[in-house]
């Protein structure tokens, strides 16, 4: 309901979120290693993550590897919305197995996301 009060009062916030869906999430999901945006890029590169994840909500997308891994390199705590979408817990699974957590660790994450 916020996303539709946000989209209401701006109406570019709600196109900025498809434009980026288009225009950006295709090579985040080719991506599973975000160590090069540094302190530098973290402010735009969030606001990057807050559309995605409003558009991502928004037309109940599932979330790939590499956007988990953007979000996990931001804010992990983006994730909480959008990971039961689909197979956002496979998603989860495989990007932090990639980071190189213990399998144990991520069968509890994954549990309890």
């Known amino acids: 309901m916020l996303n539709v009060e946000i989209s209401l009062v701006s109406a570019s916030y709600s ?3 498809a434009t980026l869906s288009r225009t950006l999430l295709p090579f985040i999901n080719k991506v599973t290693d975000y160590r090069f945006l540094g302190v530098d890029t973290h402010f735009i590169m969030g606001r990057f993550l807050s559309s ?3 558009h991502v909500k928004d037309v109940q997308e599932q979330v790939s590897q590499g956007f988990v891994s953007l979000a996990l390199h931001l804010n992990p705590s983006t994730l909480k919305e959008v990971i039961r979408i689909g197979n956002g817990i ?3 699974r495989e990007a932090l197995l990639v980071r190189g957590f213990q399998a144990s660790a991520v069968n509890a994450m994954c549990l309890y996301p």
Request: charged share 20%.
């Open 15 to 17: 196109e900025e979120s």
């Open 52 to 54: 995605l994840i409003m």
């Open 90 to 92: 496979l998603s989860l």
